[in-house]
């Protein structure tokens, strides 16, 4: 017996040195992963923020594989026009996914739950330290659901007081422009948003070919953000303050209340300035049929001179190379103006969060893949695309007795922008950009610190502001008279609007509003997008009737009435956070 056993050890090991395999009974050449989940998996993740969809490639698929033995299948609402149709089709087949980051407001997660999508993550928790750190905001996102249970985790989760602004250096939305073109000009005034028109055009003038020859447009729109209206023309309304809400607009400082579809309402005004724009060529003619990524290209390209949020502009296109040159994209003054900025939310933001679908193949390592999300190397790992994270260590920064510092190739990935930055294979190889995480899910903040009191989000530290020193950015201060950063010089000119970063829960519609919900909004996007592009003003005011007499034979004051009720119990619930945190 001890004689044939002998054997067959000697046979199994002449066979694996041969093979290179690992000894059945031993270790070696094994993953972290591949030792505690033996099986290999293919998690699908429903997420309506992603704006790339497939299995997830790169650095950051290499660390989920060594750590979890699993792959990353995106699947992705915003690729679709219509959205809304890709969840409703997974729901009804039973299954959202293995991940599902969605919204748990307006009804959604209790719909979920009621239908047995979601797993009850409350038996999965022991000995997970990160989601056990952050269970109080597992349980404010949970009790949308309606039941007991830990059924969800938010994004953004904050340690800092709501009332304040969650930016720390350019307010959530302002007019984003290429600076060196405005100071070209001599800093014209600008004493409302429509004056901004013949401002754009000068500079359009000036501004020639973008880097690869293409024509330059002040404004490329495109479809794939689209909610309950034209999104492009409602991020144009928060620089007065307002917030879009289904169907209405809410000003979070003073209360007030607007139908999108009032005649007269703030979006209508945008959706006027952007056909004006369309009028003077300044809208590129490819805005219908693009999408947010086509134009984070042209951006970076130089293509567009105007961006619709700060950091778009700031991490697209304000590379090292055209900062050089004295390139560059900065806020502007618009004298009436009062820009929308979100304040730090306690509990999360709610209306992105995270949940594991109820039909997954193991639970528990999906719970221990979420645990690591909100862990130090987790959130330092997962961000959006436009780089408010810091990467894994010692790939793009270090540490250092002067604090975190970027490395050479943290340099090149979030100041210069390389296009083709290469990652080395150790890190999992292919090009940085196509190995950023397209969860576009930020776990916490980016004004958070870790453990040792260093911020997670690189742009704030003295080292980055210490390289990125430029030009442009001493421009500004010495034009606006201020060593302020632009959030610090609106604030105190009185120039921001503060979301009280708080969630509410509202009443999710009964099933008929939803009906009526989703055949007006497709009508309000639709519309919207023909009156930009009208030939002339009279087709312009031609469809806006149209629009409005469609709405109200599609019943859309009944969805509307019980929107605003809505609207006035959150602005109350608003009103509650800022006094609570002042």
Same mark, same amino acid.
């Given at each position: 017996?001890r004689?044939?056993?002998?054997?067959?050890?000697?046979?199994?090991?002449?066979?694996?040195?041969?093979?290179?395999?690992?000894?059945?009974?031993?270790?070696?050449?094994?993953?972290?992963?591949?030792?505690?989940?033996?099986?290999?998996?293919?998690?699908?993740?429903?997420?309506?923020?992603?704006?790339?969809?497939?299995?997830?490639?790169?650095?950051? +698929?290499?660390?989920?594989?060594?750590?979890?033995?699993?792959?990353?299948?995106?699947? %992705?609402?915003?690729?679709?026009h219509?959205?809304?149709?890709?969840?409703?089709?997974?729901?009804?087949?039973?299954?959202?996914?293995?991940?599902?980051?969605?919204?748990?407001?307006?009804?959604?997660?209790?719909?979920?739950?009621?239908?047995?999508?979601?797993?009850?993550?409350?038996?999965?928790?022991?000995?997970?330290?990160?989601?056990?750190?952050?269970?109080?905001?597992?349980?404010? %996102?949970?009790?949308?659901?309606?039941?007991?249970?830990?059924?969800?985790?938010?994004?953004?989760?904050?340690?800092?007081?709501?009332?304040?602004?969650?930016?720390?250096?350019?307010?959530?939305?302002?007019?984003?422009?290429?600076?060196?073109?405005?100071?070209?000009?001599?800093?014209?005034?600008?004493?409302?948003?429509?004056?901004i028109?013949?401002?754009?055009?000068?500079?359009?003038?000036?501004?020639?070919?973008?880097?690869?020859?293409?024509?330059?447009?002040?404004?490329?729109?495109?479809?794939?953000?689209?909610?309950?209206?034209?999104?492009?023309?409602?991020?144009?309304?928060?620089?007065?303050?307002?917030?879009?809400?289904?169907?209405?607009?809410?000003?979070?400082?003073?209360?007030?209340?607007?139908?999108?579809?009032d005649?007269?309402?703030?979006?209508?005004?945008?959706?006027k300035l952007?056909?004006?724009?369309?009028?003077?060529?300044?809208?590129?003619?490819?805005?219908?049929?693009?999408?947010?990524?086509?134009?984070?290209?042209?951006?970076?390209?130089? +293509?567009?001179?105007?961006?619709?949020?700060?950091?778009?502009?700031?991490s697209?296109?304000?590379?090292?190379?055209?900062?050089?040159?004295?390139?560059?994209?900065?806020?502007?003054v618009?004298?009436?103006?009062?820009?929308?900025?979100?304040?730090?939310?306690?509990?999360?933001?709610?209306?992105f969060?995270?949940?594991?679908?109820?039909?997954?193949?193991?639970?528990?390592?999906?719970?221990? $893949?979420?645990?690591?999300?909100?862990?130090?190397?987790?959130?330092?790992?997962?961000?959006?695309?436009?780089?408010?994270?810091?990467?894994?260590?010692?790939?793009?920064?270090?540490?250092?007795?002067?604090?975190?510092?970027?490395?050479?190739?943290?340099?090149?990935?979030?100041?210069?922008?390389?296009?083709?930055?290469?990652?080395?294979?150790? $890190?999992?190889?292919?090009?940085?950009?196509?190995?950023?995480?397209?969860?576009?899910?930020?776990?916490?903040?980016?004004?958070?610190?870790?453990?040792?009191?260093?911020?997670?989000y690189?742009?704030?530290?003295?080292?980055?502001?210490?390289?990125?020193?430029?030009?442009?950015?001493?421009?500004?201060?010495?034009?606006?008279?201020?060593?302020?950063?632009?959030?610090?010089?609106?604030?105190?000119?009185?120039?921001?609007?503060?979301?009280?970063?708080?969630?509410?829960?509202?009443?999710?519609?009964?099933?008929?509003?939803k009906?009526?919900q989703?055949?007006?909004?497709?009508?309000?996007?639709?519309?919207?997008?023909?009156?930009?592009?009208?030939e002339?003003?009279?087709? $312009?005011?031609?469809?806006?009737?149209?629009?409005?007499?469609?709405?109200?034979?599609?019943?859309?004051?009944? $969805?509307?009435?019980?929107?605003?009720?809505?609207?006035?119990?959150?602005?109350?619930?608003?009103?509650?956070?800022?006094?609570? %945190?002042?």
């Amino acid at each position: 017996m001890r004689k044939k056993l002998s054997q067959l050890v000697s046979v199994i090991m002449a066979v694996c040195i041969l093979t290179g395999c690992g000894l059945p009974f031993g270790d070696q050449g094994k993953t972290e992963g591949e030792n505690k989940y033996p099986e290999f998996l293919t998690i699908d993740v429903f997420d309506t923020q992603a704006n790339t969809q497939g299995l997830q490639r790169g650095w950051f +698929a290499h660390i989920v594989r060594e750590k979890f033995n699993m792959q990353l299948n995106i699947i %992705s609402q915003n690729q679709d026009h219509n959205g809304e149709a890709t969840y409703e089709t997974m729901r009804a087949s039973g299954k959202l996914g293995d991940l599902i980051m969605t919204n748990v407001d307006d009804g959604r997660l209790s719909e979920m739950v009621r239908e047995g999508l979601v797993l009850d993550m409350t038996s999965y928790l022991e000995g997970h330290e990160n989601l056990q750190k952050y269970r109080k905001q597992m349980e404010a %996102s949970s009790a949308y659901a309606g039941v007991d249970g830990l059924w969800a985790i938010s994004s953004e989760i904050s340690e800092n007081a709501a009332s304040e602004p969650s930016d720390y250096d350019e307010t959530t939305n302002a007019p984003f422009i290429r600076f060196d073109l405005y100071k070209q000009l001599g800093y014209p005034r600008i004493s409302t948003l429509e004056n901004i028109l013949p401002v754009l055009k000068e500079m359009q003038n000036i501004a020639g070919k973008s880097d690869s020859g293409e024509d330059v447009y002040a404004f490329s729109l495109f479809r794939d953000w689209d909610g309950g209206a034209m999104q492009n023309a409602g991020a144009l309304t928060a620089l007065y303050g307002y917030d879009v809400q289904d169907f209405v607009l809410l000003n979070p400082a003073t209360g007030d209340i607007q139908s999108i579809a009032d005649k007269d309402s703030i979006y209508f005004r945008m959706v006027k300035l952007l056909f004006d724009a369309n009028q003077m060529g300044l809208v590129d003619p490819d805005s219908p049929y693009q999408n947010y990524e086509t134009v984070a290209s042209k951006v970076k390209d130089g +293509a567009v001179l105007y961006t619709f949020w700060p950091w778009m502009g700031t991490s697209l296109y304000n590379s090292d190379d055209h900062l050089a040159q004295g390139k560059g994209f900065e806020s502007i003054v618009v004298e009436d103006a009062s820009y929308l900025t979100w304040g730090n939310d306690p509990d999360g933001r709610q209306s992105f969060s995270l949940m594991i679908g109820s039909n997954t193949k193991d639970p528990q390592r999906l719970v221990d $893949f979420v645990d690591w999300l909100y862990s130090p190397e987790g959130i330092e790992c997962c961000g959006s695309p436009t780089g408010n994270f810091r990467g894994p260590e010692n790939l793009t920064w270090e540490m250092t007795e002067d604090g975190p510092k970027l490395t050479d190739f943290g340099v090149d990935a979030f100041i210069n922008m390389k296009p083709d930055l290469q990652v080395p294979e150790e $890190f999992g190889g292919g090009t940085w950009t196509e190995g950023v995480s397209w969860f576009n899910f930020k776990p916490l903040d980016k004004q958070e610190v870790d453990e040792r009191g260093n911020p997670y989000y690189y742009g704030m530290w003295q080292d980055y502001r210490d390289r990125t020193a430029t030009y442009i950015t001493d421009d500004w201060k010495a034009h606006y008279r201020t060593e302020l950063t632009p959030i610090g010089y609106f604030e105190e000119n009185n120039m921001i609007t503060v979301v009280p970063g708080t969630e509410w829960a509202q009443d999710e519609y009964p099933d008929y509003l939803k009906t009526v919900q989703e055949q007006c909004k497709q009508t309000i996007i639709d519309y919207s997008w023909r009156m930009v592009f009208s030939e002339s003003e009279d087709e $312009f005011y031609r469809l806006k009737e149209e629009l409005l007499g469609t709405l109200s034979r599609l019943d859309y004051d009944s $969805f509307l009435e019980v929107n605003i009720e809505n609207a006035k119990k959150r602005y109350e619930v608003l009103k509650q956070a800022a006094k609570e %945190s002042p």
